[in-house]
């Protein structure tokens, strides 16, 4: 059964500290592994997409690894904001002739204090 | 920057009651998807579709729900006589390409069920 876990399930860190998110995965065939980021009552925001073959990408100051071999994933917060307090959450999809299936995990919830 | 909009944000409804959601998705994808989030819980994959019927369905979509592009911008999803359990933020997204395409979600339609 494809299944998305995440750790850990909530984290609270300082203003301006940087902190790290795990994704493992058990999805086959894999397609893509993605980093979304979802606001409380709010749709997720895609943060990073990473295929097969990527396994680092950036996107301002977030960063999301990935291990294909070892179906694991993570995404770096550096410097975080207040504003980054949310939900993390790590998708991964199997390519179904077309159509994407998804498989999402549970999320990280961040809280960032001042 | 074009963007999946979803109305109702919110709707209150009686248990037993027709409710439908409407999403108007990014003008020129051509892969529409439905996914639901109980409170607290993670997001679940509700159905697909692509050219004009359903690429495929969990098995939470039963006879209960149905979707449809009545024009050429809408995709709904209609909840024929809807549960106590179907109260839950309901999110439409949509993607333009296979495999690896952005999924773009909307911001949501938040069914409560009396």
């Known amino acids: 059964k494809n299944q998305v876990e995440q750790s850990p399930q909530s984290l609270i860190i300082l203003e301006g500290k940087n902190c790290t998110l795990q994704c493992n995965y058990t999805v086959s065939p894999f397609s893509n592994l993605r980093w979304y980021k979802q606001d409380t009552g709010r749709g997720p925001v895609s943060l990073t997409i990473m295929t097969f073959s990527e396994n680092t990408k950036s996107n301002g100051r977030y960063t999301a690894t990935l291990d294909a071999d070892t179906k694991q994933s993570s995404l770096h917060i550096t410097a975080s904001q207040l504003s980054d307090s949310a939900s993390y959450i790590c998708?991964?999809?199997?390519?179904?002739?077309?159509?994407?299936?998804?498989?999402f995990g549970t999320g990280t919830k961040l809280q960032v204090i001042p | 920057e074009p963007e999946v909009t979803q109305t109702p944000s919110h709707q209150v409804t009686q248990m037993g009651q027709e409710v439908i959601l409407r999403c108007v998705p990014i003008s020129n994808h051509l892969y529409f998807y439905w996914y639901r989030q109980i409170l607290g819980q993670k997001v679940e994959f509700l159905v697909s579709?692509?050219?004009?019927?359903?690429?495929?369905k969990s098995e939470i979509f039963d006879d209960q729900f149905s979707v449809e592009r009545p024009d050429g911008s809408n995709f709904t999803l209609k909840i024929r006589s809807t549960k106590l359990e179907d109260s839950a933020m309901y999110f439409c997204?949509?993607?333009?390409?296979?495999?690896?395409?952005?999924?773009?979600f909307g911001e949501g339609s938040r069914l409560t069920v009396l």
């Open positions: 998708v991964v999809s199997v390519d179904s002739g077309g159509y994407q299936k998804v498989t």
């Open positions: 997204a949509s993607s333009e390409v296979k495999g690896a395409g952005e999924l773009f």
């Open positions: 579709f692509y050219n004009n019927e359903i690429s495929e």
